[in-house]
């Protein structure tokens, strides 16, 4: 099993920035790839960003590309994503999630809410 915690998310003015962090525990794996989700008011859960195993390759939804970055330090069990230029639409709670083989999300943390005031 593996255990992901977010850290706490919080309420910033459009505009603002914000870096969400999530350590990874039980039986982990510098292999996993890792990736940030959200689930807006009324919106189905999509995709963030997501990142391999050795953080060599990246991937961004559209709507947030050139404004978050995700990045990981493995020897820490964390990943990170850094939000830039933050947006109302932006408001969502953000998971956390590990996949082991790459074709689906396996563990997922328990999601913490980002507020983002116009």
């Known amino acids: 099993q593996v255990q992901l915690v977010e850290s706490r998310g919080g309420l910033v003015q459009a505009g603002g920035s914000l870096k969400l962090s999530c350590i990874a525990s039980?039986?982990?794996?510098?292999?996993?790839?890792m990736g940030w989700f959200r689930q807006g008011p009324g919106k189905e859960r999509e995709l963030v960003a997501r990142i391999s195993g050795s953080g060599g390759s990246t991937f961004y939804a559209d709507s947030v590309k050139d404004r978050f970055t995700i990045t990981r330090d493995n020897a820490k069990n964390t990943v990170y994503l850094q939000m830039n230029s933050l947006k109302p639409d932006d408001t969502a709670v953000y998971f956390c999630?590990?996949?082991?083989?790459?074709?689906?999300?396996?563990?997922w943390g328990q999601g913490t809410q980002v507020t983002v005031s116009s």
């Open positions: 999630a590990a996949s082991a083989k790459g074709y689906r999300y396996d563990y």
């Open positions: 039980g039986r982990t794996s510098s292999s996993y790839l």
